[in-house]
């Protein structure tokens, strides 16, 4: 079984669509996909009401997901750790204990566009636009991932 890490800020708006779009295009007894905060803030909640929203708009339920902090541990459980910005990135990599650990930890939108090293914008003070426009950027990069599987 593979298994991807979703990582944003709170995990209750960029990466559990990272987690919904996904899980949506591979074949969930093969690839486990969940997603993680680098904060505590939102622990045990519901994904953000417009990121429900917008993931019921393409056909995606994630109203099962609550979120949880990352966790050292995570490093251990899963293949590949995708974070949705350079922050992200950086808070998960410096947990890192070893090389192995390090070379889990990815960009997402590397997969479009290799070494550009971009972001998924932060929605979270934006409107319903900014939501939409997360869940183009993740629906291609996770068409490319899930490809891999
Ligand atoms: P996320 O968005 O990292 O995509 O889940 C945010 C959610 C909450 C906050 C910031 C970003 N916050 O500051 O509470």
Known sequence: MK???????GNICRSPLAEGILQSKVNTDK??????????YHTGKLPDKRAIEVAFKYGIDITNQTARKFSIKDFDIFDVIYTMDESNY??????????????KVKMILNEIHATKNAS???????GQDGFENVLKMLDEACEIVASKF
């Open 90 to 103: 950086q808070n998960i990599l410096i947990l890192a204990r070893n090389e192995a650990d390090e070379q």
């Open 3 to 9: 298994k991807v890490l979703m990582v944003c800020l």
């Open 31 to 40: 690839v486990f996909v969940d997603s993680a905060g680098t904060a505590a």
């Open 120 to 126: 998924v914008p932060d929605p979270y003070y934006g």
